[in-house]
């Protein structure tokens, strides 16, 4: 039997980073992935495609609305959606090469196949024509990532009633599409199948879209998406759907109890993501489970069996690529003795619909029920003279600071290219800079970050130049 250092379970951003580093520091190592291709659900039916189907959408959006006011014209523009989908996959695919070669950069070794603990050392791997190889490891991580939950009277059938996952194989342009959940996987699927001109509706249970996020994101998000077409019902808990054959019917009602149906071509459930752990024998080990199914960790990311280790979506917590990552590293280095910290609370979210929008700290929501004071700082892109150049002028930055000693509390972003604006803040709101120390940097002119430039000047009491 073969005996490895450190073993990783599941092959996602969590699993893979964790891989690297593990061989990084000379650990013997293997991964573990049960399907035939490696990157978990960002790389194969998250982040990756999505961005790819949002990225070539945004393209033809643009030829559509907006090139004739930069002169370009042309005739007979037509969307090739079985190319739209194809370059999607070679993206992807693209992806999943990239990890093999890494795997074998790296001298990883490499099992497909489902795993499942035979007690806390020892690793059952059955691979798909049905034979087995079973693994000995000093340290296990397990990084299994989550698939989508649904709510009660709701059952997917992957056919006419789907997940993100389905949605994005679909390979054709649907007429109609009701959206259950206008969290991140609802707006961003929203915007994909608003843009190639099927009739979207979006049900979300709470006051505004984007929930978790500051609430003028969420609002200003509504407006413009509302603008674009999507039709949006906010304070609606769907409470059923059925197949109907050729197209599905959604059951919901409103605060005041009133009641109403839509039917549409497939409805997409997007109300969130639990974590995964079927047929891993945890009850051959010590590992516990939380009571809402992820697996308990110490902050150290250590379960209840000292050798085992838990990253990504299977812990809870923000379910972001970037985050597994971030704990991935620290948890290998952790085993090596080095001493990396994450800041849970410094980790960005970016929502990739256009424009973007891209948040880091607190939400004022966040200071208001903490009784923390705070400065805003707002500025618009509509005044900032790239964003007129580039015709980008929705949305706004937002920050909040301190206002005694000035630090940052939190950035929230809407507008164009927030996602990569928003990096700048995450420096600001790691090593605790002031607004004021943000604010008198030098900003090239004219981009787009000169609205961070802007709103950090607001918000540390002195007046913009430009407004
Ligand atoms: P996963 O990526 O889920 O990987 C877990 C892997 O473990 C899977 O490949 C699974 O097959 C494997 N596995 C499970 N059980 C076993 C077993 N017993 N044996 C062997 N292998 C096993 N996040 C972002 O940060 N940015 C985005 O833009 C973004 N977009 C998204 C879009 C969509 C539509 C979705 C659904 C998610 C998106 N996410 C995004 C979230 C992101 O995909 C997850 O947070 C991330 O993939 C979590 O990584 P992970 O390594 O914890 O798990
Ligand atoms: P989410 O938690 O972001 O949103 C789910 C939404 O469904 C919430 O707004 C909730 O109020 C709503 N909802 C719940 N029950 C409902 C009901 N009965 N009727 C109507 N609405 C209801 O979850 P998600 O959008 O499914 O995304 C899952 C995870 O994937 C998230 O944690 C997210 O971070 C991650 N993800 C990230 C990105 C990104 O980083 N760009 C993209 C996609 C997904």
Request: include cysteine; glycine fraction near 8%; aromatic fraction near 8%.
């Amino acid at each position: 039997m073969e005996t490895f250092d450190i073993t990783v379970i599941g092959s996602g951003p969590g699993g893979y980073v964790a891989a690297i580093r593990s061989a990084q520091l000379g650990y013997k190592t293997a991964i573990i992935e049960k399907y035939n291709t490696l990157g978990g659900t960002c790389t194969n039916v998250g982040c990756i495609p999505t961005k790819a189907l949002l990225d070539s959408t945004h393209h033809y959006s643009d030829a559509l609305n907006s090139f004739g006011a930069h002169g370009i014209e042309y005739s007979n523009l037509r969307l090739n959606v079985e190319q739209l989908f194809k370059r999607k996959n070679e993206v992807v695919t693209k992806n999943t090469q990239g990890l093999d070669f890494l795997m074998r950069k790296n001298k990883i070794t490499v099992f497909h196949g489902s795993s499942s603990f035979v007690n806390n050392e020892t690793l059952k791997i059955v691979h798909d024509d049905k034979t087995e190889t079973v693994i000995n490891s000093d340290k296990f991580i397990i990084a299994t990532g989550s698939k989508p939950s649904t709510i009660p009277g709701i059952a997917i059938d992957k056919k006419r009633i789907i997940t993100s996952t389905e949605a994005l194989g679909l390979q054709e342009k649907p007429e109609s599409i009701v959206i259950i959940g206008g969290g991140v996987i609802g707006v961003e699927m929203a915007s994909i199948f608003n843009r190639i001109g099927t009739k979207v509706t979006i049900l979300e249970y709470a006051d505004n879209l984007i929930a978790t996020m500051d609430s003028e994101l969420g609002k200003a998000l509504t407006k413009i998406l509302t603008n674009e077409g999507v039709e949006i019902k906010l304070q609606q808990a769907v409470y059923k759907a059925e197949n109907l054959g050729n197209t599905a019917k959604v059951y919901f009602k409103n605060k005041q109890g009133e009641e109403q149906d839509l039917t549409a071509d497939y409805i997409l459930v997007a109300v969130g993501r639990k974590s995964y752990v079927n047929g891993l024998g945890l009850e051959n080990t010590n590992v516990e489970l939380n009571n809402n199914g992820t697996v308990k960790v110490n902050e150290l990311l250590q379960t209840t069996a000292s050798n085992i280790y838990a990253i990504g979506d299977v812990v809870g917590g923000a379910m972001l690529a970037h985050k597994a990552e971030e704990e991935a590293v620290f948890v290998v280095e952790r085993i090596n003795g080095q001493k990396p910290h994450i800041n849970y609370d410094r980790i960005p979210s970016v929502v990739y619909t256009w424009p973007e929008v891209a948040s880091v700290g607190a939400t004022e929501e966040q200071l208001k029920k903490q009784g923390v004071e705070y400065n805003i700082g707002k500025f618009p892109f509509a005044v900032n003279a790239r964003a007129r150049a580039g015709m980008e002028t929705e949305g706004f930055v937002k920050v909040l600071s301190d206002p005694k000693y000035g630090e940052l509390l939190g950035v929230h972003i809407i507008g164009a290219r927030a996602a990569d604006l928003i990096a700048q803040a995450v420096v600001g709101l790691e090593y605790e800079v002031t607004a004021n120390d943000m604010a008198i940097m030098s900003y090239a002119h004219p981009t787009y970050s000169e609205v961070m430039k802007e709103a950090y000047t607001i918000a540390s009491g002195k007046p913009s130049l430009n407004i």
